[in-house]
């Protein structure tokens, strides 16, 4: 393939990724999915960075974000994508190179605990904190510790999550999906 054709099959390629990425962002707008979609709608990115190259991937993600912004209402979700799962899963391919697994891990829970509070603060600049801790007013003012708490364990439950799909799709879809785009 001419250098002229990659280029555009990469645009292409990461337009459908990107577009697809939009479109799951939009089931956030079902309330118990405002967390779980912009998960899954980040490993969709990943996936460029498997056929292509983690630039790509980011370009994927800095478009998703920026359609998000326009399109998608729920605006928590579009924070924990923008802040955290979009570019996440990408950022575990160059996080994997540290080959310490503790010292990888403690990193990867500053990335994540990092993001949650820029993403809160920002949320709370646009929403009231009565809003942005909607649900959990049983807990009273120990809820941001506990949603913390909570937020830490869904953390460990994803990383173990991406570990696994990451390696169904090296064996089952990746194979597949090279075929058909060679």
Known sequence: MTKKKNIAFNVAFCGIVTAFSVIIMYLSIIPSFAYAVPALAGMVIWTVSEHMNVKWAYLCYAAASLLSLMLIPEFEANMFFIFFFGYYPTLCILLEKIKNKVLRFIIKLVIFNAAVVIAFNLT????????????????????????????????????????????????????KISAKLK
């Open 124 to 175: 709370l600049l646009v929403l009231s904190a009565e809003e942005a801790l909607e649900g959990m007013e049983d807990f009273g003012e120990y809820a941001i510790y506990i949603f913390w708490g909570i937020g830490n364990a869904a953390f460990i439950i994803y990383e173990f999550s991406l570990r696994v799909i990451k390696n169904a799709y090296d064996k089952v879809l990746k194979p």
